[in-house]
C-alpha cells in the first residue's frame, strides 16, 4: 500500500507544478502584450496627428473673457487654462482643433468651445466675446479683476447717497518752497536724477539738507515714494537706493528696466481701477467704490510682513500688506488720479485717558462738509463693506472725531 501511495504522491506534486508553470506563462504572455500593447500604439497615434501649430496659432494668448469674469490662456502645445477671478479655482486640459475652432476639454467633463470672430478676438458658444491681451494687460487683468468686481458689486448692491458733485483733487502746497537755497539745489538735482534712477551720494555736512529735500520731494511727487529711497551710511553721508516695488527685502538696487517694468504695470493697474468708477453713482459711492477696492486688496500689516511698501501706496494698492500710512497714501493715490478731493493727515488718535497713538488717515470734502476717512481703522474685519456699520465708520463728520488730533 504505501509502494502505490509514495509514486501518487510524486505523480500529483509533479502535475500540481507542472499546473503552476502553464499558468504562470499563461499569465505572463498577457501582461506583457498588455505592457507593450498601449506602447506601440499610443506612439503612433501622436505622430500621426500632431496639432496643426499653423492653425492653432490665431489662438494661442491669453484672452479676457469678461462675461463670466474669467482669463482664458492658450499655449502653443494646445494645453489651455480658465482661471477665475470669482471663483479662484481653475479649469485646465487639452484643446483640440475642430472644423470651426477649438474645443476645450477639462479633467472634470467641462467642454468649452471657442472660434475666432474674424476681428481678432474669440467668441464662445453662447456668443460671448474674448478679448486678446498683451503680456501687461494679462498682469493688470490678473492683479485687479476680483477687488474691482467686488468693489463695484458693493455699489450696486447698496447705492448710498451722498453729493452729487465732489471738490476736485488740489495737490498740497509744494514742500519746496519751505526749503533753504542749499536744500533746494538739492531737491533741483534729486528730481532730475530720481527720474533717471541715476545714484547719488551726499558727504556727511551735506546730508541732512539733503535728507530735509529728499522728504520734501517724496511729498510733492508721491510717485517717486514707489521706488525712492534715501539710506544713511556708517560714516555719515546720505545715498539714493532704487528699488523694485513688491519686494520685501531691503533696498538692493535692483536693475532700473526690471524697476520701471513694475511701475509700468503698477501704473497700468491704478488705471484700471479708475476705468471702472462707477460715474454715475454718487460722491459718496465714487470714494467707497475706491476704499473697498484698498480693503478688498490690502490686510492690514500688523506684524511687518510688508516690509517697506507697506507704508506705501504700492503696499495698499498692489502688495497686499498695509500700515496705517500706507492705507492712507494708497487712498489718496487713486483719489488724485480720479480727480477727487483727497489730503493726508498725519496724527493721533487719543484714547479716553490720553494716551496718544502715532496715527494716518484721509480727509475729503463734500460742498462744506469734511469727512475723515481712515481705512486702517474700519479694514480690521469687524465688518464688511454691505453692512451699516462700515457705511457709518467709513464716513465721519470731523467734528465728530474727537479722538483723532492732526499734528
Same mark, same amino acid.
Given at each position: 500500500?504505501?509502494?502505490?501511495?509514495?509514486?501518487? @504522491?510524486?505523480?500529483?506534486?509533479?502535475?500540481?507544478?507542472?499546473?503552476?508553470? /502553464?499558468?504562470?506563462?499563461?499569465?505572463?504572455?498577457?501582461?506583457?502584450?498588455?505592457?507593450?500593447?498601449?506602447?506601440?500604439?499610443?506612439?503612433?497615434?501622436?505622430?500621426?496627428?500632431?496639432?496643426?501649430?499653423?492653425?492653432?496659432?490665431?489662438?494661442? /494668448?491669453?484672452?479676457?473673457?469678461?462675461?463670466?469674469?474669467?482669463?482664458?490662456?492658450?499655449?502653443?502645445?494646445?494645453?489651455?487654462?480658465?482661471?477665475?477671478?470669482?471663483?479662484?479655482?481653475?479649469?485646465?486640459?487639452?484643446?483640440?482643433? &475642430?472644423?470651426?475652432?477649438?474645443?476645450?476639454?477639462?479633467?472634470? %467633463? &467641462?467642454?468649452?468651445?471657442?472660434?475666432?470672430? %474674424? =476681428?481678432?478676438?474669440?467668441?464662445?458658444?453662447?456668443?460671448?466675446?474674448?478679448?486678446?491681451?498683451?503680456?501687461?494687460?494679462?498682469?493688470?487683468?490678473?492683479?485687479?479683476? !476680483?477687488?474691482?468686481?467686488?468693489?463695484?458689486?458693493?455699489?450696486?448692491? =447698496?447705492?448710498?447717497?451722498?453729493?452729487?458733485?465732489?471738490?476736485?483733487?488740489?495737490?498740497?502746497?509744494?514742500?519746496?518752497?519751505?526749503?533753504?537755497?542749499?536744500?533746494?539745489?538739492?531737491?533741483?538735482? @534729486?528730481? =532730475?536724477?530720481?527720474?533717471?534712477?541715476?545714484?547719488?551720494?551726499?558727504?556727511?555736512?551735506?546730508?541732512?539738507?539733503?535728507?530735509?529735500?529728499?522728504?520734501?520731494?517724496?511729498?510733492?511727487?508721491?510717485?517717486?515714494?514707489?521706488? @525712492?529711497?534715501?539710506?544713511?551710511?556708517?560714516?555719515?553721508?546720505?545715498?539714493?537706493?532704487?528699488?523694485?516695488?513688491? =519686494?520685501?527685502?531691503?533696498?538692493?538696487?535692483?536693475?532700473?528696466?526690471?524697476?520701471?517694468?513694475?511701475?509700468?504695470?503698477?501704473?497700468?493697474?491704478?488705471?484700471? $481701477?479708475?476705468?471702472?468708477?462707477?460715474?454715475?453713482?454718487?460722491?459718496?459711492?465714487? !470714494?467707497?467704490?475706491?476704499?473697498?477696492?484698498?480693503? +478688498?486688496?490690502?490686510?492690514?500689516? &500688523?506684524?511687518?510682513?510688508?516690509?517697506?511698501?507697506?507704508?506705501?501706496?504700492?503696499?495698499?494698492?498692489?502688495?497686499?500688506?498695509?500700515?496705517?500710512?500706507?492705507? +492712507?497714501?494708497?487712498?489718496?493715490?487713486?483719489?488724485?488720479?480720479?480727480?477727487?478731493?483727497?489730503?493726508?493727515?498725519?496724527?493721533?488718535? $487719543?484714547?479716553?485717558?490720553?494716551?496718544? &497713538?502715532?496715527? $494716518?488717515?484721509?480727509?475729503?470734502?463734500? %460742498?462744506?462738509?469734511?469727512?475723515?476717512?481712515?481705512?486702517?481703522?474700519?479694514?480690521? /474685519?469687524?465688518?464688511?463693506?454691505?453692512?451699516?456699520?462700515?457705511?457709518?465708520?467709513?464716513?465721519?463728520?470731523?467734528?465728530?472725531?474727537?479722538?483723532?488730533?492732526?499734528?
Amino acid at each position: 500500500m504505501k509502494r502505490l501511495i509514495v509514486p501518487c @504522491l510524486l505523480l500529483l506534486i509533479f502535475l500540481l507544478f507542472s499546473a503552476c508553470d /502553464g499558468d504562470s506563462a499563461a499569465s505572463t504572455e498577457p501582461v506583457s502584450e498588455s505592457v507593450s500593447g498601449p506602447e506601440t500604439t499610443e506612439a503612433p497615434d501622436s505622430t500621426a496627428a500632431p496639432i496643426d501649430t499653423d492653425a492653432l496659432a490665431e489662438y494661442v /494668448g491669453v484672452w479676457d473673457y469678461p462675461a463670466e469674469n474669467r482669463l482664458l490662456c492658450i499655449e502653443a502645445d494646445g494645453s489651455w487654462t480658465m482661471e477665475d477671478f470669482w471663483h479662484g479655482t481653475p479649469l485646465a486640459g487639452q484643446l483640440e482643433l &475642430t472644423g470651426d475652432g477649438i474645443s476645450c476639454r477639462a479633467a472634470d %467633463g &467641462t467642454v468649452l468651445s471657442f472660434r475666432a470672430n %474674424g =476681428s481678432g478676438g474669440l467668441t464662445d458658444g453662447s456668443g460671448s466675446a474674448l478679448i486678446r491681451l498683451t503680456e501687461t494687460e494679462a498682469a493688470v487683468r490678473r492683479r485687479t479683476a !476680483y477687488a474691482v468686481s467686488f468693489a463695484l458689486s458693493v455699489v450696486r448692491q =447698496s447705492p448710498h447717497a451722498g453729493g452729487s458733485e465732489g471738490s476736485p483733487y488740489q495737490a498740497p502746497k509744494a514742500r519746496f518752497e519751505a526749503l533753504s537755497k542749499a536744500q533746494q539745489a538739492i531737491y533741483d538735482e @534729486l528730481l =532730475s536724477r530720481a527720474a533717471l534712477m541715476e545714484a547719488l551720494v551726499w558727504p556727511a555736512d551735506e546730508a541732512e539738507d539733503a535728507a530735509k529735500a529728499g522728504i520734501a520731494l517724496l511729498e510733492d511727487y508721491p510717485e517717486y515714494r514707489l521706488y @525712492l529711497q534715501l539710506v544713511p551710511e556708517r560714516d555719515g553721508s546720505l545715498k539714493t537706493v532704487y528699488r523694485l516695488p513688491g =519686494s520685501v527685502q531691503q533696498p538692493d538696487g535692483s536693475e532700473p528696466d526690471q524697476i520701471r517694468a513694475e511701475l509700468a504695470i503698477f501704473n497700468a493697474v491704478c488705471d484700471e $481701477v479708475i476705468s471702472h468708477l462707477p460715474a454715475d453713482a454718487s460722491v459718496y459711492d465714487q !470714494y467707497r467704490y475706491l476704499a473697498v477696492y484698498l480693503c +478688498a486688496k490690502t490686510e492690514p500689516d &500688523t506684524l511687518g510682513l510688508g516690509g517697506t511698501d507697506a507704508a506705501s501706496a504700492y503696499g495698499a494698492i498692489e502688495g497686499g500688506w498695509a500700515t496705517a500710512e500706507g492705507y +492712507a497714501r494708497g487712498f489718496e493715490y487713486l483719489c488724485r488720479r480720479a480727480n477727487l478731493a483727497c489730503e493726508i493727515v498725519t496724527g493721533a488718535l $487719543v484714547a479716553a485717558d490720553g494716551t496718544r &497713538t502715532p496715527h $494716518v488717515w484721509n480727509r475729503v470734502e463734500i %460742498g462744506s462738509r469734511t469727512r475723515i476717512i481712515d481705512l486702517a481703522r474700519i479694514d480690521d /474685519g469687524a465688518f464688511t463693506p454691505f453692512d451699516e456699520d462700515w457705511y457709518e465708520a467709513f464716513w465721519v463728520p470731523e467734528e465728530e472725531a474727537a479722538d483723532y488730533q492732526s499734528n
